[in-house]
């Protein structure tokens, strides 16, 4: 998205857009490492106790993601812009893959690389 484009107003509209910028399996693949290490650190940090698993777990998120972004995908990571759609879309990337339907549901929104 740049700054001549209009912000997209609801989170229908959204996803398709999301999974647009998430065009490469490279890009998915670099997300779906950072979120499993997110839910592994929320977990770890559940069982332990241990605050530090918590503190962690953006960092893991974040990292792996914006390396897609810059290094795999070029683009502007979506979450600069709308932080919570794309907080929401990569859990829903996550699970959606881990059920396997991310594939139709790529295909069902045009994004077919």
């Known amino acids: 998205m740049t700054a001549h484009?209009?912000?997209?107003?609801?989170?229908?509209a959204f996803w398709p857009f999301y999974l647009g910028e998430h065009a490469l399996p490279a890009t998915?693949?670099?997300?779906?490492?950072?979120?499993?290490?997110?839910?592994?650190?929320?977990?770890?940090?559940?069982?332990?106790?241990?605050?530090?698993?918590?503190?962690?777990?953006?960092?893991?998120?974040y990292?792996?993601?914006?390396?897609?972004?810059?290094?795999?995908?070029h683009n502007r990571p979506a979450t600069f812009t709308y932080p919570l759609w794309s907080l929401i879309s990569d859990f829903r990337m996550f699970?959606?893959?881990?059920?396997?339907?991310?594939?139709a549901e790529l295909r069902r929104h045009g994004v077919s690389r």
Do not use: K
């Open 28 to 61: 998915r693949a670099w997300h779906f490492v950072g979120t499993g290490l997110v839910l592994l650190a929320l977990a770890a940090g559940l069982v332990t106790g241990n605050w530090r698993y918590f503190a962690a777990a953006p960092v893991c998120g």
């Open 5 to 12: 484009e209009p912000r997209i107003a609801t989170y229908d």
């Open 63 to 73: 990292l792996f993601a914006w390396i897609s972004h810059f290094f795999v995908e």
């Open 95 to 103: 699970f959606l893959f881990v059920a396997g339907r991310l594939r």
